[in-house]
Structure formats: structure tokens, C-alpha cells
């Protein structure tokens, strides 16, 4: 019995930590681009790329790490090297900022291409 007890309180206390804070997320504010290589553009390559990164209090990633590839090694690369220049806004604990993870997706879409016409 005294195991549940614990286990409870434990579960109670994580609980209402959790919802003390906020998850970090991207600063709408900034200026954060999305690095697209041109190679991967011009080869054709698409995709979703799945990462999760540390956030620092003072809103910078410090750690980046591959969650879900999109299949091609440039995009997954340039995904990680975009997220750590993006500048965030970092998790709160009450009024105080504090590190912590957070999972973001980035899509990397071709630009529509104008259809050719024939003359």
C-alpha cells in the first residue's frame, strides 16, 4: 500500500509541475529562416524532418537531434542546422525561463513551378 501511496503522490507532483510550464516553442517575432539546399532542390528532394531540441533560457538551441528523417541526409542536415540559428521562446516554470526539449517538424516543399506552355 505505502508503494501506491508513493506512486501517487509521485504521479500528483509531476503532474502539476507539468502544468506549471510552458513547453518552449519557436519566437513568432524573430527572423528564422528555413535552410533549403539548393542541391536538395534541384535533385527533386522533399520531405518532413522530425527533430527535437534543447532550449537554453536565453531562447537558443544548444543540443539538436534527428527524431524522424525525411530520407535524404542534406535536408535532415539542413533541418538541424536551421533549428539551432532559430531563435525561441523558452519554457517557463512560473515567471522564471528554464531549459527544456521541445519536437518540431520542418517541411521542406519544392516551389510550384510555373507550367511551361507550348507555342
Known sequence: MRVISTAAFLATTLLASAALASPPHVDPAASNTTIYPKGSQSLGEQGVVTVQAYVRPNGRATRVRL??????????????????????????????????????QIVYKLPDQPAKSNP
Open 67 to 104: 527524431v524522424n528523417s525525411s530520407g535524404f541526409t542534406d535536408l535532415d542536415t539542413a533541418a538541424i542546422q536551421t533549428v539551432m540559428n532559430w531563435r525561441f521562446i523558452p519554457a517557463m516554470n512560473g515567471s522564471e525561463p528554464t531549459a527544456d526539449w521541445t519536437q518540431l
